[in-house]
């Protein structure tokens, strides 16, 4: 298994809070992304990284902030959270961009972080 | 706008048989399509993935199949095994446009039936 480890794995919080998620690798892979999943929508880009201090939006970001000051840790900010951030955040890392190079480069997943909002 | 479909929320099969999982993409952009397994409470695992240089790719008892002109991949699994229970996820991605990622589709739900 890729070295991913997602950090809290479990989480309840009050609106209104700050939340921060933290994905660390050890596979000094060069992108990195965040993904929510929620019932009937299936996996969605938050936000995603190329690279250490270089980042960009994804699908979903409205709400959400990145970081990547190593290449080893993505941390996901969620400034003030909301009821609809409640949801499933997963992490995943990948060598290169996703077909670039050879079969098979696709993205390695954490466990993910269940984070409720209440 | 959904640029990769899963039409099938859920889908039955008895054990031994063959599983076919359908995906469509609208996307012309997209020439790189991988599926993806998920069990309750973990991680996305990758499963098998295809260039659209190819149409057909086998890795065991999975074989991705790849229809350019329909915009349609398929993911047939055989036998099927009671582990395979699990969600499926197809995604597609354009290998040019940089980072930004894999888009998925929402999941189709295989039961393997004992």
């Excluded at chain 1, 929508?41 to 902030?65: A, F, N």
């Excluded at chain 2, 240089?53 to 095994?81: C, M, W, Y």
Aim: hydrophobic share 30%; charged share 20%; proline share 4%.
């Amino acid at each position: 298994d890729a070295g991913i480890t997602q950090s809290p794995r479990h989480k309840v919080t009050e609106t209104g809070t700050p939340v921060t998620l933290r994905c660390h690798q050890t596979e000094n892979h060069r992108y990195m992304y965040w993904y929510r999943q929620d019932p009937g929508h299936g996996l969605r880009l938050i936000h995603y990284s190329y690279g250490v201090k270089d980042t960009d939006k994804g699908e979903v970001s409205d709400g959400y902030s990145v970081s990547r000051s190593k290449t080893e840790d993505f941390l996901l900010t969620l400034e003030s959270a909301t009821s609809s951030q409640t949801s499933v955040y997963f992490c995943a890392i990948s060598r290169g961009a996703p077909g670039q190079g050879y079969e098979g480069s696709g993205a390695f997943f954490g466990q993910g972080t269940r984070l409720t909002v209440v | 706008d959904q640029q990769v479909k899963q039409n099938s929320p859920s889908l039955s099969v008895q054990e031994g048989r063959i599983s076919i999982l359908n995906c469509d993409y609208t996307n012309s952009m997209f020439d790189y399509f991988l599926w993806y397994k998920k069990y309750p409470a973990e991680g996305p695992t990758f499963l098998i993935s295809i260039s659209s240089i190819k149409d057909k790719n086998e890795d065991g008892r999975f074989t991705v199949f790849l229809n350019k002109s329909a915009k349609h991949l398929s993911l047939h699994i055989v036998p099927s095994q009671p582990g395979d229970s699990a969600v499926y996820f197809c995604a597609g991605a354009d290998s040019g446009g940089g980072a930004d990622g894999l888009t998925f589709g929402k999941g189709t739900h295989l039961i393997i039936q004992p």
